[in-house]
């Protein structure tokens, strides 16, 4: 079993930074994507941004040039650094990691909360 705890939500205002962390623990598959998904109130969940083991990174086009994924294969830790927050930025921000093997498992964190004010 895989579990990943989050750190790093908060209240902060427009055009503020935050940082999230997320570190995960269990049986790590070595190759692996961990990404950062969100979920605004009767919004559905969408992707932020993304990263392999290899660094390869993928982010939304809302975000990019706002917020850096970064990660640390030897701790099992993924950040999400955020700059240039905005109010539509507020969510609960979600961790996950899929395993990349054929019918690899994903796992899911418990979510952080962003509030962003204007």
């Known amino acids: 079993q895989v579990q990943l705890v989050e750190s790093g939500g908060g209240l902060v205002q427009a055009g503020g930074s935050l940082r999230l962390s997320c570190t995960a623990s269990g049986n790590i598959f070595s190759s692996n994507l961990m990404g950062w998904y969100r979920q605004a109130p009767g919004k559905q969940r969408e992707l932020v941004a993304s990263?392999?083991?290899?660094?390869?990174?993928n982010y939304a086009l809302s975000v990019k040039g706002r917020f850096t994924i970064s990660r640390d294969n030897a701790k099992n830790t993924v950040y999400l650094e955020m700059n240039g927050l905005k109010p539509e930025d507020t969510a609960v921000y979600y961790c996950?990691?899929?395993?990349?093997?054929?019918?690899?498992?994903?796992?899911w964190g418990q979510g952080t909360q962003v509030t962003v004010s204007s």
């Open positions: 990263i392999n083991t290899g660094g390869f990174t």
């Open positions: 996950n990691i899929r395993f990349l093997v054929p019918g690899g498992p994903t796992y």
